[in-house]
């Protein structure tokens, strides 16, 4: 789970309503085409929403260990499924995340930070920006129907980049701007005899 929404910035109702059927390893992609809220499927939010995602070649070797794993690795089975409700519904994003996610970042030493499903998304987001990725790329991999929702919302300047930014200015601004040199002719005669 980590590896496919760290990787694809999914959002929780969309991993969690994901089936087989949805992930084509031989195209290395995801079809995102429904969320579950509620434990009810329902469709994704938005036309941006339903696109396909790419995945990695090594979440798809980790995705195919784990159907080989699962005891309801048919097409029409959920990629999480709840055992206790034999398969028939997806796992509940909140109980993972109670149960696995935040005890394995404790044990990892992770204890300054609340992490959530978003969080996931939220540093894709700010991991594409910190490398310089086009905010047109990063729209289309965080499936958004605008840029000005991956730039305004989750997109958070890198403190090196401020840093560098601030940094460029500053030497545009110098070059602009010249610096005059001292000139003892203008001294005024008064200041010349003290001198």
Known sequence: MVMLVGSTG??????????????????MQVSVTRAVGAQLL???KTLASRKSVPLNACVCAVLADWRNESPYCSDDDFLFPSIRLNGKKPLTPDMVLTK?????LLAAGVTDKVIGWHSFRYSLASNLRSMGIDVKVAQELLRHANSHITLDI???AV???????????????????????????????????SL
């Open 42 to 44: 329902r469709r994704v």
């Open 10 to 27: 999914l959002r929780r109702s969309e991993m969690f309503a994901l089936r087989w059927s949805d992930i084509d390893l031989a195209t």
């Open 154 to 156: 989750y997109t958070r």
């Open 100 to 104: 696995i996610i935040r005890p394995a």
């Open 159 to 193: 403190s090196a980049d401020k840093r560098e930014v601030s940094e460029k200015q500053i030497e545009i601004l110098m070059e602009k701007v010249a610096v005059p040199e001292p000139s003892y002719r203008s001294v005024p005669a008064a200041l010349e005899a």
